[in-house]
């Protein structure tokens, strides 16, 4: 004799898959507060390992690979891009520079008003000290633009991207760069 209704079984299978569609749907409801933060963190190393990589690999003299920092905008990028074999002066001077080229690669820098649009701010320390940029040498540690080491201090260097939550980017003396 049969009788209706189901069996255990298809009642766990059933509340499993309700489970799992509950998790995925939650998730997606969120919203994404504090995401912007850590894409920047992410993008900056990105951006910062890039230069390192640039400046170990060309060591004429004269030229700065570096990442600028706008704090008031506030945003991240190289001041050029423009390192053609044989450059002069003038690109060698811009190179060095504390601006930032908006024409160069986006995964090199930030849009002039993007950060300020997700409510993002940006500060940079070395220490107790702000710093408008990050350079680096052959050896890849971090310099400013008279090729003086900075970062020196316990701390190393500290990049600070704070709205709904705050997260760093640190770049140590000896020019390790990580999310911290």
Not at 163 to 170: D, K, L, N, Q
């Amino acid at each position: 004799m049969k009788s209706a209704g189901y069996t255990l079984l298809e009642l766990i299978v059933v509340i499993t898959v309700l489970g799992v569609l509950a998790v995925s749907a939650y998730s997606r409801f969120q919203g994404s507060d504090g995401v912007a933060e850590y894409t920047y963190q992410a993008r900056l190393v990105g951006a910062l390992r890039n230069m390192q990589t640039r400046a170990m690999q060309d060591t004429r003299p004269g030229y700065c690979y570096q990442i600028n920092f706008d704090t008031a905008s506030p945003g991240f990028g190289p001041p050029t891009m423009s390192y053609a074999a044989g450059g002069g002066v003038t690109e060698q001077s811009q190179s060095c520079t504390t601006g930032i080229d908006f024409t160069a690669p986006s995964y090199l820098r930030t849009d002039a008003d993007e950060m300020s649009q997700n409510n993002v701010g940006l500060s940079a320390l070395s220490g107790s000290s702000a710093v408008s940029h990050i350079g680096f040498d052959s050896m890849g540690r971090p310099v400013n633009n008279t090729q003086q080491l900075i970062c020196t201090s316990s701390n190393g260097c500290r990049i600070t991207f704070s709205g709904t939550a705050s997260v760093r980017v640190c770049v140590e003396s000896q020019g390790y760069i990580h999310a911290c």
